[in-house]
């Protein structure tokens, strides 16, 4: 899905700008990568979801807040990742996406757990959680390239 909005032009023009002014650690740290994809999924879906039309205007503050990002109180950027997490929880639940590498990690925990009773039954844990690793390795994985076939990761 291709976004061409000015509202997510001057988005992800005002979210590129800091990319020069914060250091990397700091570009990473405050997860501005997903704050711009996430601006690019809630503009494509603002046409038809009214939830995500009222996001507009708290992600405009978000980014329009980066510059005294490093400078904020805690407090405040306890709210910055807060409302990050509720767009996403809200593009999850409603719109059914995921967040990179989503499947990956509920199925390595799948797979320990049944390593760990596959191990018990032939009396070597070690290999049995190699074993259920594995296997969930190859299934979170194949579900990841799945949805990130079908466009349904942030």
């Not at 700091?26 to 603002?46: I, N």
């Not at 799948?110 to 039954?121: C, D, P, S, Y």
Request: include cysteine; charge should be positive.
């Amino acid at each position: 899905m291709e976004v061409h909005s000015k509202w997510y032009d001057d988005i992800a023009r005002s979210i590129n700008s800091h990319k020069d002014t914060l250091s990397k650690k700091d570009y990473k740290k405050y997860k501005l990568d997903l704050l711009l994809r996430v601006a690019k999924r809630v503009t494509g879906f603002s046409s038809e979801c009214g939830e995500c039309q009222l996001f507009q205007p708290e992600i405009a503050n978000l980014s329009k807040e980066l510059s005294d990002l490093v400078q904020m109180s805690k407090e405040k950027r306890k709210s910055y990742f807060k409302m990050i997490n509720k767009i996403i929880k809200h593009l999850q639940k409603q719109h059914k996406l995921i967040t990179e590498g989503h499947n990956l990690g509920i199925w390595i925990a799948i797979g320990v757990a049944l390593g760990v009773a596959l191990g018990a039954g032939l009396d070597n844990v070690g290999a049995g959680i190699a074993i259920g690793v594995g296997i969930g390795v190859a299934i979170g994985s194949y579900l990841n390239n799945k949805a990130k076939k079908e466009g349904r990761v942030i």
